[in-house]
């Protein structure tokens, strides 16, 4: 099987903080990492692979810098990994990242599978996972939590979807795109040798001229949303903190929660 | 390309841009600021810069799809689980309705389905003037490509000019693929809409990451201009009865051999977990200690008709399924109350919850970061804090 992982690099949010004072993104020691959804879509390209054998490859786009995540996911075990960068795929939206993935995947040549992280953790869009299928013309199973078989004879895979109020289960034909959710498996961590492969390897670079897109439909250009304004929202303060013993506190409590007329 | 330009004569190095960029892209050269890779062109520098030093420069050209002067009306995807209509639908109605007055048009429902007219006749009820209907066996269950096939015929026949749908797994498994065909903007997750009252463009606000910062989208020369919104954002609108509408019927063009995927089974969780829904959600983490401790969490949120979530600690440990996770690798919630018990709050666990409207912490540890967002706190053991709050509701509420 020819299994492709998409994945991003971001910032870590748990570094991310906002000043009091300016009210502005705290940046000092704000880390980039691999997108945690990401890593299920990679250890899940690894895991098929495994079981079905073939090859996984793993792209990413982004800034020079993202070869970073590139290179985490060479040290665990992908056979291969591009990095997809030019000052020309800057300011994409989720339409001209799908687009500019999708030819990226076009390029890797006929998979049989593409696996995503069902959202980033800096945007949260969760768009570009079906974007890129559609610009596949690839059918989707978005919010897998399970694989459960794939049979390369027949060229089909069944999959469990977590939906908000149970699971589905679905089938599809290969080649298929799906997006993970955290449960799907337990990323892996990178051996020793893993890192020092990886340390090493010449990571490509693909630029606009690499692939054969339609260069106005890439970057801001090519995206039809534009950020226009950017602001931290109103800080939500700490509230009353109800102090004394619990036979006191714990009435008052729920006078207060009473007042807002939604326990019935 | 674009490009961020730069006035090194005007600028005054006075780093306003740069504590402002979000993403490390500006830094100082000497006296003047200067712009590196990272640079995405999100323009929060541009309305910063106090002397309008900085400038983006973008190549203007026309967009594709619709074309931007036949498109009117404002929709709003009705969905739907076998002709239930979802409430994050009706809130759309809502707040679409005073879209379409803020525009001085009409409001309209696309619905699809088997069999739904009923559905189309409660949408009517609650706002819409217009509902666009595809009926057909092929829709009997949501599936991306017959969704999206009746959807995108609806939308390039009838040309509205905004489509807003739910934030829910469908409305966003849903959404991404529509816009993709039709090449127009999406934006995702919005917590506010509004027109701009000069340019009529749609005005869409939404959190990135992880909640620490808004942004405001346009898409200005694609259209739909198209979004999902999170449930709970908008309020229910009032029922009408005597509302008249119209249904306007339209074929699904594809076949059931032209949907590639299949359902096979769907299995209801034994639990009510349904997190999206919930009015009230009673939330355990670490210190809650173990699966049969939940019991406790489960009762108060029995007595309160809500739903049970849980940290990521408290998923990690095995001690309840990851479906009940709220938080950044978890589920983001909106409910009217969040109690949360035992949660430190972490910042993945506030990106997933720190919208909603109450939120009550009970944690033994006083520096605990959820007393720092929380609206009431109690510093206290939940063993004892829980059970006695839910024996005061069950008194109070006669349960």
């Known amino acids: 099987m020819k299994i492709v992982a998409c994945i991003k690099q971001v910032p870590d949010t748990t570094d991310v903080r906002i000043d009091p004072e300016t009210r502005t993104l705290v940046r000092e020691g704000v880390e980039s990492i691999t997108n945690p959804f990401d890593e299920y879509a990679v250890e899940e390209a690894l895991l098929t692979k495994e079981k079905y054998g073939g090859e996984v490859h793993v792209i990413t786009m982004g800034p020079p810098q993202a070869i970073e995540v590139l290179k985490n996911a060479l040290a665990i075990g992908a056979d291969y990994v591009y990095l997809i960068s030019d000052r020309a795929f800057a300011g994409s939206d989720t339409w001209a990242t799908a687009y500019t993935l999708a030819h990226a995947i076009k390029k890797i040549g006929p998979v049989d599978l593409v696996v995503c992280g069902k959202q980033a953790i800096d945007g949260d869009t969760a768009q570009v996972g079906p974007g890129v299928a559609t610009q596949l013309g690839m059918p989707q199973l978005t919010y897998v939590s399970k694989v459960r078989e794939i049979d390369l004879d027949n060229k089909r895979i069944v999959v469990e979807r977590m939906l908000e109020d149970g699971k589905e289960i679905a089938q599809s034909p290969l080649p298929v795109l799906i997006t993970v959710v955290k449960d799907i498996n337990e990323p892996r961590l990178p051996s020793l040798l893993g890192i020092k492969k990886a340390a090493k390897a010449e990571i490509p670079t693909w630029t606009i001229e690499d692939l054969p897109v339609d260069k106005a439909k890439c970057g801001l250009e090519g995206s039809p949303t534009e950020v226009v304004r950017i602001f931290t929202p109103e800080p939500r303060g700490g509230g009353e903190i109800l102090g004394g013993e619990l036979a006191e506190t714990i009435p008052l409590l729920i006078d207060k929660l009473m007042e807002a007329k939604v326990i019935k | ?399």
């Open chain 2, 1 to 399: 390309m674009a490009r961020l330009l730069i006035d090194e004569e005007a600028c005054t190095g006075c780093e306003a841009c740069v504590e402002e960029c979000p993403y490390v892209a500006l830094e100082m050269k000497g006296d003047v600021v200067t712009v590196n890779e990272k640079c995405t062109f999100c323009g929060a520098c541009v309305d910063v810069c106090p002397v309008e030093a900085i400038a983006l420069e973008k190549e203007e050209r026309e967009g594709e799809g619709l074309d931007l002067k036949d498109c009117k009306d404002v929709w709003v995807f009705i969905e739907h689980k076998k002709g239930k209509i979802a409430n994050v639908s009706f809130e759309l109605l809502g707040e679409g309705r005073k879209l379409a007055g803020a525009l001085g048009c009409k409001l309209s429902g696309m619905l699809l389905g088997e069999d739904v007219e009923e559905c189309a006749q409660e949408a009517i009820k609650y706002g819409a003037d217009k509902v666009y209907l595809t009926e057909s066996p092929v829709l009997r269950e949501y599936r991306t490509d017959a969704y999206a096939a009746g959807a995108v015929n609806l939308i390039k026949r009838h040309k509205p000019e905004i489509v807003i749908f739910g934030a829910s797994t469908q409305g966003r498994d849903f959404a991404g693929t529509v816009a993709t065909n039709l090449y127009t903007g999406l934006t995702a997750d919005c917590t506010g809409l509004d027109i701009d009252p000069e340019t009529k463009l749609l005005r869409q606000t939404r959190p990135a990451f992880g909640g620490n910062i808004m942004a405001t989208i346009l898409c200005q020369k694609h259209r739909p201009q198209m979004a999902t919104v999170r449930p709970k954002v908008f309020a229910m609108p009032e029922k009408d009865d005597s509302r008249p509408g119209e249904i306007i019927r339209e074929q699904l063009p594809i076949g059931e051999d032209e949907v590639r995927t299949e359902i096979l089974e769907f299995l209801k969780v034994a639990e009510t977990v349904n997190l999206m829904d919930a009015e009230v959600i009673v939330s355990g983490g670490r210190g809650v200690g173990g699966s049969d401790d939940f019991a406790v969490i489960r009762e108060l949120a029995d007595v309160l008709g809500g739903a049970v979530g849980a940290s990521r600690a408290a998923v990690d440990a095995g001690w309840i399924p990851y479906e009940h996770q709220v938080g950044q690798t978890g589920r983001t919630v909106r409910p009217k109350i969040y109690i949360a018990c035992g949660i430190s709050g972490s910042i993945q666990h506030q990106a997933g919850m720190k919208t909603s409207d109450i939120i009550v912490a009970i944690n033994k540890d006083p520096e605990a970061p959820i007393f720092k967002i929380a609206t009431y706190g109690i510093v206290g053991d939940l063993f004892q804090a829980v059970p006695m709050l839910t024996q005061e509701f069950k008194n109070r509420l006669g349960r």
